[in-house]
């Protein structure tokens, strides 16, 4: 759901023959969609398997996800509407995919657990993203760094919600 509540933006997947980078808005009110492509921007890479977290400032972080030979990206990227653009952010420390992202109230997005291709990850990952528009952002350890005690990943079904108990949330 985009930040005017009527919009929502549909990022990425599979076809069927590999992850993709297309991009949809669909217009609740219009009930009509829209191809970011025939706005003349898609994705920067394609993925399947990623999280997208609504900003403060509008745009939509794209981040993590497998490629079609199971590749964990690295690579994350914004949508800014008021632009219809994708734009390359930076890269996470650990590439990760089936994970969740959460937005604190500071406006940094973590990324938790998730998998690599070949591991299960229980570790996180906090992007820092400044108060003005297009901002850089930075990954890794701080302070702020969230430390998650404890996460059974047999326990989670992704149709309900989940307690994770640490300290350093916001």
């Given at each position: 759901?985009?930040r005017d509540?009527r919009?929502v933006?549909i990022t990425?997947?599979?076809?069927?023959?590999?992850?993709?980078?297309d991009?949809?808005i669909y217009d609740?009110?219009?009930?009509?969609?829209?191809?970011t492509?025939?706005?003349?921007?898609?994705?920067?890479?394609?993925r399947?398997?990623?999280?997208?977290?609504?900003?403060?400032?509008?745009?939509?972080?794209?981040?993590?996800g497998f490629?079609?030979?199971?590749?964990?990206?690295?690579?994350?990227e914004?949508?800014?509407l008021d632009?219809?653009?994708?734009?390359?952010e930076?890269s996470?420390?650990?590439?990760?995919?089936n994970h969740s992202?959460?937005?604190?109230?500071d406006?940094?997005v973590?990324?938790?657990a998730?998998e690599?291709?070949s591991?299960?990850?229980?570790?996180t990952?906090t992007?820092?993203?400044?108060?003005?528009?297009?901002s850089g952002?930075?990954?890794g350890?701080?302070p702020?760094?969230?430390?998650?005690?404890s996460?059974?990943?047999?326990?989670i079904?992704?149709a309900?919600n989940?307690?994770?108990r640490?300290s350093?949330?916001?």
């Amino acid at each position: 759901l985009l930040r005017d509540g009527r919009q929502v933006l549909i990022t990425g997947g599979n076809d069927g023959f590999g992850e993709i980078s297309d991009t949809e808005i669909y217009d609740s009110v219009a009930d009509s969609w829209i191809t970011t492509f025939s706005l003349g921007s898609e994705m920067n890479q394609g993925r399947q398997n990623h999280t997208a977290q609504l900003l403060p400032n509008g745009k939509v972080l794209v981040a993590g996800g497998f490629t079609a030979l199971g590749t964990a990206i690295t690579l994350t990227e914004s949508f800014n509407l008021d632009h219809t653009t994708w734009q390359v952010e930076g890269s996470v420390s650990q590439g990760r995919a089936n994970h969740s992202s959460v937005l604190r109230k500071d406006g940094t997005v973590v990324l938790i657990a998730g998998e690599t291709s070949s591991t299960e990850l229980s570790l996180t990952e906090t992007l820092y993203f400044g108060s003005t528009p297009d901002s850089g952002l930075t990954s890794g350890a701080s302070p702020r760094q969230p430390s998650i005690d404890s996460l059974d990943r047999s326990l989670i079904n992704h149709a309900e919600n989940i307690t994770i108990r640490g300290s350093r949330f916001l």
